[in-house]
């Protein structure tokens, strides 16, 4: 089969929705993506073999996935990616030969007509667990079908087998962890085979021809944080304040930022949030929330108003290993051949095409070498980074580019490529003491310790420069060990977690094998299960339930629970940390829905010795939008994480609630049959409006009795 003939099949497949086969090829597979979600890094991937600017299904936004700490919202630090595979002097059978043949996915181009997804695996070494909540399943990102390996060297793992026009088929892995010291990266193993994509002759094991100086380019278009977008400025959703820098590239040993021969041993392209000119409230590293912003519900809450540093993330990636060529399989370091940065709008990032005259200049990108001065350095400290290596400022900031080549590739030969990709910084806790202590010097000019100055501050948010280089030397010591990490005891299993009147009951089951379980930890959070939670209870191995009976009545609970080890099943290999006692990830059993103390309802509980139409209540009443409100605060005026919520207590167990205006307009009406004396409501209308300041009439009705009794509702926005 022609190359332009497999061209011609996958534009056919895509607009016909069919799934054609090429020749006696394995059919393609559609264009889909899966998120890998079982350590604190959260990230999504392309059956393409590559994830592209708003490239995944249904979601719109340009910031999405690669998210640390994965439990919170808005912490996406990956803007786009692209991955361009470049050739020379290239023969498709049907054109005349191309000086220059580049093919892409992304950063922006889909891949369509140029890559050809064939394989799209999720394998667990665990069985999914199945939790519930009141008999309900709760889960987080979808993951999709799975097939469980017991034998699988990583908690998760993607396979994605993807051919391309030009006859170089990709096998990508991506490896996953959920033990506590390696659950912040993924490792990519790419295996790059000439293959020549056709099977028409079966006698023909590779028909392809040799591909000529082959290069492997990636664009990291990176972010930090969508969180930081709704406070420090929309520009920088798009990554235009982000710095870019390397490490290990043969350059200037020291930089600007971070001086003396530091982290060199490591081959790494990494950025931060960096400075953002227009914004000029105050200094903005690190992303310090100082005053609420309306567009996101989470800027209502008043903790969040502290100066938490809702941008302090690192990310990058680090070259673990890239074949000489195709015959000699030691690790070059002399790979990659290129680290530079280009501007993410630039004339070269749109309308790419394997038929296009810009494919030489996109193929002078793949070959640039390292460039110098890095972006870091050129920038400056008090620069702007959206200026590019000749100064100019662009509208959408600088990714980094990462080259590997240049290879030769005859029919058959293949080249091994791998990589790690990570996110590290300061933990949530320390975002919020160190944006708190910032906000209090700048704002309130607190003295130190109580307040810190801006240096002061950008020193904390730097340091988690070092954590990423921890992370990077983690993943390329796991890698060297051939994957021998120690693993955590096996998590809970099938989490199930059940509302009560005396409180909220946990349970679960035990997976067999894996290390010695010394004990679980139960954490809850309040409100909204991206809150910060608490530790409540550790309990022994042989326990399978707990009842929290401390959480407040009415007020939203979720759950996670883990399995603790023992430190002595810790040897420290891959670079862990020796002797620590290891946890399950809570990833594996953790809530997404709301669990919730009830009590009795006074009609089906005659022991109580309560009326309820004298003892029934509204609470809060009034309601006032700007009453106090902390998340975690139980003695809130509102509750915590339900600011709209509307509770009524010692109510019958069956009975209809209805809520009129003072014109006697019926806003809303509740069905309550769950037989407890509680019931609540989200301040919408029948008509999912938001309701409008006014003293409303509360009419209740018990089902069983037909009596009816009344209260005034206010309600103050």
């Not at 790494?268 to 590293?285: E, L, V």
């Not at 490529?417 to 209090?440: C, H, M, P």
């Not at 997976?511 to 991206?530: D, F, H, N, Q």
Request: proline fraction near 7%.
């Amino acid at each position: 089969m022609r190359f332009g003939t497999a061209v011609r099949l996958c534009i056919q497949w895509l607009v016909l929705g069919a799934v054609l086969g090429a020749g006696t090829a394995d059919a393609q597979v559609p264009i889909t993506d899966r998120w890998i979600a079982i350590g604190n890094l959260h990230g999504w991937f392309s059956s393409m073999g590559n994830e592209i600017e708003v490239g995944r299904a249904g979601n719109p936004s340009q910031q999405d996935g690669l998210q640390w700490p994965g439990l919170y919202l808005y912490q996406d630090v990956q803007a786009a990616k692209g991955l361009w595979i470049g050739t020379r002097n290239f023969n498709d059978g049907s054109n005349p030969t191309w000086a220059y043949k580049v093919v892409h996915v992304g950063p922006r181009p889909q891949g369509v007509g140029e890559f050809f997804p064939m394989r799209f695996d999720m394998i667990s070494r665990l069985q999914p667990p199945v939790n519930t909540v009141d008999g309900n399943v709760t889960v987080g990102k979808p993951a999709g079908t799975m097939t469980v390996d017991p034998a699988l060297p990583s908690d998760r793992m993607i396979i994605n087998e993807v051919n391309t026009a030009i006859g170089l088929s990709l096998t990508r892995k991506v490896l996953a962890w959920g033990q506590q010291f390696h659950d912040n990266y993924f490792i990519y193993e790419l295996t790059f085979r000439n293959t020549g994509n056709a099977d028409d002759d079966p006698t023909i094991e590779f028909p392809g021809k040799t591909l000529d100086s082959v290069y492997i380019y990636y664009q990291h278009r990176w972010s930090a944080t969508k969180d930081a977008r709704y406070i420090i400025g929309n520009q920088t959703g798009w990554g235009i304040n982000t710095m870019n820098d390397v490490r290990g590239d043969g350059l200037n040993p020291t930089s600007t930022f971070f001086p003396g021969n530091r982290d060199n041993d490591v081959r790494a392209s990494y950025a931060w949030h960096g400075r953002y000119p227009p914004f000029t409230g105050y200094d903005n590293i690190g992303g310090p929330v100082w005053t609420p912003n309306s567009s996101r519900s989470l800027f209502s809450d008043p903790q969040d108003t502290s100066g938490r540093l809702c941008a302090p993330q690192f990310v990058g990636v680090a070259t673990i290993h890239a074949d000489s060529s195709a015959t000699v399989k030691v690790d070059a370091f002399t790979q990659p051949s290129t680290t530079s940065y280009e501007g993410s709008d630039d004339i070269l990032q749109y309308n790419n095409s394997q038929f296009s005259p810009n494919m030489e200049a996109e193929y002078n990108w793949m070959r640039r070498g390292h460039v110098s001065p890095r972006h870091a350095d050129l920038v400056g400290p008090s620069g702007d980074p959206s200026i590019g290596r000749d100064g100019a400022a662009t509208s959408g900031g600088q990714s980094s580019a990462i080259g590997y080549g240049p290879y030769t590739l005859r029919p058959g030969d293949s080249i091994k490529i791998v990589f790690a990709e990570a996110v590290a910084g300061l933990s949530r806790e320390k975002a919020v003491s160190v944006g708190r202590r910032y906000k209090n010097g700048a704002r309130y000019n607190l003295p130190f310790p109580q307040g810190i100055n801006a240096a002061q501050k950008n020193d904390s948010v730097y340091s988690g420069r070092d954590s990423l280089f921890q992370t990077f030397r983690r993943a390329i010591a796991n890698y060297r060990s051939g994957y021998a990490i120690p693993n955590p005891p096996f998590p809970p299993r099938n989490l199930a977690v059940t509302s009560g009147i005396d409180g909220v009951n946990l349970s679960w089951d035990q997976y067999s094998g894996g290390a010695a379980v010394s004990g679980w930890r139960v954490y809850r959070a309040l409100g909204e299960y991206w809150r910060p939670d608490t530790l409540i209870a550790e309990v022994p191995a042989s326990a399978r339930s707990y009842k929290d009976t401390s959480v407040t009545r009415g007020v939203a609970a979720f759950y996670s629970v883990l399995a603790v080890g023992n430190p002595a099943d810790n040897n420290g290999a891959g670079g862990t940390p020796a002797g620590v006692p290891l946890t399950s990830s809570r990833y594996y059993a953790q809530t997404y829905e709301q669990a919730v103390l009830k009590r009795p309802a006074p009609d089906q509980d005659p022991s109580l010795g309560i009326d309820w139409r004298t003892a029934w209540r509204i609470v809060p009443n009034p309601y006032h939008v700007n009453a106090y409100y902390k998340s975690t605060d139980a003695a809130s005026l509102r509750f915590p994480g339900q600011p709209d919520k509307i509770a009524f207590f010692e109510i019958p167990g069956y009975c209809w609630i209805r809520i009129y205006t003072e014109l006697g307009e019926l806003v809303t009406e509740i069905d309550h049959d769950d037989g407890t004396g509680d019931a609540s409501w989200n301040s919408l209308t029948k008509y999912n409006q938001v309701v409008v300041s006014g003293v409303y009439i509360v009419v209740l009705e018990d089902k069983t009795t037909g009596d009816r009794e009344m209260q005034k509702l206010v309600i103050i926005r």
